[in-house]
């Protein structure tokens, strides 16, 4: 009998937690949803994960990527990669690694990055409920290319950004999102 009621009372104790878990990611995911509905955002990206190829498995032989990176998982911490959402405004940097399908007219160093400001078109918010999970989608045209953006950013606050180019292979990438803070300018400088 004594067991009976020991075995009870964990059974209990792992329910309550169970349910006290739940209950903190239905709140953290309340939270995400908010920021990304009502607020201007960036998401700082520390991992791109670029789409396997013969191109990026001979990169990542030849030693040549950064500390603690491989063909499908690079490490761009400290790269200023950034997806900003200001307004009706999206800015975007991030360092491209993949296969480029067709090449600019002129390339220069801005080429190299997928980089652009402005406004996009059918920049859609669905929330799922089951998950959790606020994704967002938009296109934007930056000169001949076009993006198309997915955005998926969890309770926890982890984003992923997939990327796909009108030019190049898509690519991924994860990181953080948080709410964009204005920088105070001193009057006096």
């Given at each position: ?28 995911a ?5 920021l ?16 396997q190829s013969a191109?990026m ?5 030849s030693?040549?990527l ?7 998982r690079?490490?761009i ?11 009706d ?10 296969t ?7 390339i220069n ?24 999970i ?56």
């Amino acid at each position: 009998m004594k067991i009976l009621i020991q075995l009870t009372v964990v059974l209990l104790l792992f329910a309550s937690c169970k349910t006290g878990d739940s209950v903190a990611k239905a709140e953290a995911a309340k939270q995400t949803k908010a920021l990304v509905e009502n607020s201007d955002y960036e998401i700082t990206l520390d991992w791109a994960r670029p789409l396997q190829s013969a191109e990026m498995v001979s990169l990542g032989n030849s030693n040549l990527l950064p500390f603690e990176s491989r063909s499908g998982r690079i490490n761009i911490v400290g790269s200023s990669s950034h997806v900003t959402k200001k307004g009706d405004s999206v800015s975007v940097y991030l360092p491209y690694f993949g296969t480029r399908q067709m090449a600019p007219k002129f390339i220069n160093n801005n080429d190299v990055a997928i980089q652009f400001d402005g406004i996009p078109k059918d920049y859609k918010l669905t929330y799922n409920e089951k998950k959790g999970i606020s994704e967002v989608n938009f296109k934007i045209k930056e000169g001949s290319e076009k993006y198309n953006v997915y955005l998926a950013i969890t309770p926890a606050k982890r984003a992923t950004v997939r990327v796909y180019s009108s030019q190049r292979t898509m690519i991924s990438y994860t990181g953080l999102i948080d709410a964009l803070v204005e920088e105070e300018v001193d009057p006096g400088l």
